[in-house]
């Protein structure tokens, strides 16, 4: 088992809707959550992280963070064709090991 | 720097050639990553530094691979007798402690 799974296919979102993107991790010692995007031939740069469970708001998107259930989203309301790209779900284990392990990414796609 | 610097931005090299990439942190972070992504994948963990020193080089695939760290700033990945499947993006992130990586713009890699 991957340690960050992002299962989903390609998601397809009309400009204006909600884009929701899924994200399960296996390691319970993991503490901090990321999200990442990832414009083709880009570097991956930070769009939120999470620590504590519950939503956090930061614009137009918002991070869910479940440790019970070890899930992780990221809402993107009002989608942008500018939010076209690869969006990449990190965790990362506080025990000593500072490393984040990412999961494959989502690849977003807002029609206009 | 303002932010990761990393040189050069490509490489082109023949198999069986040494490289070295080199990565510039942000001022003042004390923690160094390097990751490598293969066209269409997620991001692989190679190697974090604490500092000059190297607490985890369990992602390293193979005793080609080294790095290092002097003066607690500027690391030097390293790859001898390059090999075709070493053909990748290798990107370098740095952060303070465990706060979110923050990645260069990578060095592509391509081993013909």
């Known amino acids: 088992q991957k340690e960050v799974e992002q299962n989903s296919g390609p998601l397809s979102v009309p400009e204006g809707a909600i884009a929701s993107l899924n994200c399960t991790y296996s390691?319970?010692?993991?503490?901090?959550f990321f999200w990442y995007r990832q414009y083709s031939g880009k570097s991956p740069e930070l769009i939120m992280f999470?620590?504590?469970?519950g939503d956090k708001e930061d614009g137009r998107f918002t991070a869910q963070l479940n440790k019970a259930s070890q899930y992780v989203s990221l809402l993107i309301r009002d989608s942008q064709p500018s939010d076209s790209a690869t969006y990449l779900c990190?965790?990362?284990?506080?025990?000593?090991?500072?490393?984040?392990?990412f999961g494959k990414g989502n690849q977003v796609v807002v029609i206009p | 720097g303002a932010g990761v610097s990393q040189s050069p931005s490509n490489k082109v090299t023949e198999k069986g050639k040494d490289v070295e990439l080199r990565c510039d942190p942000i001022?003042?972070?004390?923690?160094l990553y390097w990751y490598r992504q293969s066209l269409g994948q997620g991001l692989e963990f190679l190697i974090y530094?604490?500092?000059?020193?190297?607490?985890?080089k369990s992602g390293l695939p193979s005793d080609r691979f080294s790095a290092e760290r002097t003066g607690g700033s500027v690391s030097t990945l390293t790859i001898q007798r390059t090999q075709q499947e070493d053909s990748a993006v290798y990107l370098c992130?740095?952060?303070?402690?465990?706060?979110?990586?923050?990645f260069g713009n990578g060095t592509r890699l391509t081993v013909t």
């Open positions: 992130a740095s952060s303070i402690s465990n706060s979110p990586l923050h």
């Open positions: 390691d319970r010692g993991s503490q901090s």
């Open positions: 999470i620590y504590s469970n």
């Open positions: 990190a965790a990362r284990d506080m025990r000593g090991n500072n490393r984040l392990a």
């Open positions: 001022s003042g972070h004390t923690a």
């Open positions: 530094f604490q500092g000059n020193s190297a607490p985890d």
